[in-house]
């Protein structure tokens, strides 16, 4: 066997072992994207337990070791999460990143969200007109792409050259425009620029509300219980399942400045809604969990220390999750530094050391078989491999 034969088969005994060979060129790979808008507290869900600086730093939001649910040394998870994303990690479906992030210093909700949405470089000229999943679906095409915003406006993430259709889910029930006015609104603009996008919008609305007629006359028998994002979670699911491969869906609520609470209270509740969702996702999804990768992202993390209203303000690095059947999970991964005063970002945050392009760019290449170019392309950075996949 030649030398650069053996040498990749070597590298990828890990991989066969683990049972988690990722078949890159499929067609049917998906895609989540997870936006948590508002900038959660990091260090409440990735709970630092070997840092004393932790403790002396939140007197009174720090999540106690012994509530914490053990992942390494280091770490542990937000006790609200025990019954729905620990059993994911423990099963080596789920991996967290922190310190992850953009270079965006601003601070700001807006213009962080825009940044990390846009996906290039914030230096020289930023075209405010194509989202990183835009440009992902432009390189993949549409058969292996396939991509939809469960969002009330088009997310500035999928603006760009590939037509992207949005639909929020949470009002599933009660559409804002019935059959008859669709109709009379289409034939409105027959002869104008805007006939065929039109009707192709309503057209994308019917086919939804097809695949989700079960469902409403379930819910009209009140079979379903479910509420909130994992309602919402479970209908995307089955969208996924069946037509769509890259899916984009933000969830609010995150700007914790006051009450924000530890192993209970306001932020708990949020990362139980959120587990639940995520959870609920994962069982809707059935055989295709294993073909699904969902990245959880927010725009920066929190202040590492309390402020005087028992909550944090905006801060810098935070801690990305990715969630799969094929994802090597059960790690707490990237690039890390032990977290004390000395290794704050401008002696307040958390610092950026797993660059949020580069770490995406990774996953991509790995999920989708792309070469650096088409990275380069995506991106404008190379990618970083960090072995999530």
Known sequence: MKRRALLQSLALLPELSSGRLWAAPATDTRLLLVFLRGGYDAAS??????????????????????????????WGLHPA????????????QAAFVPFAGTEDLSRSHFETQDSIELGQSLSGRRDFRS???????????????????????????????????????????????DARQSKLIAAMYDGTPLAQTVREGFAVRDDVMKEMI?????????????KGFELEARRIARLMKDKYRIGFIDVGGWDTHVGQGAAAGYLASRFDELGRGLSGFAQEMGGDWNKTVVVVVSEFGRTFRENG??????????????????????????????????????????PVLNEYRALLGGLFSRMYGLNEGQIQQIFGTPAADLGII
């Open 309 to 350: 209203n028992r909550g944090t303000d905006h801060g810098h690095g935070t801690v990305y999750w990715v969630l799969g059947g094929a994802v090597a999970g059960g790690k707490v991964r990237g690039e890390q530094q032990r977290i004390e005063q000395a290794t704050l970002f401008q002696n307040r945050d958390y």
């Open 81 to 92: 999460l025990r019954e729905t994303i620990y059993p994911l990690f423990s099963a080596g």
């Open 214 to 226: 079960g469902e409403m006359e379930a819910a009209n028998r009140n079979a379903i219980t479910a």
């Open 45 to 74: 869900l990735l709970v630092p337990v070997a840092s004393p600086f932790y403790y002396q730093s939140r007197p009174n939001i720090a999540i106690p070791a012994q509530a914490a649910l053990p992942l390494d040394a280091d």
């Open 131 to 177: 989202g990183f999943l835009n440009r992902l679906a432009s390189t993949l095409g549409a058969d292996r792409a396939a991509p939809i915003a469960f969002t009330d406006q088009l997310p500035l993430i999928l603006q760009g050259g590939a037509q992207v259709p949005n639909m929020a889910l949470r009002t599933i029930a009660k559409p804002a425009i």
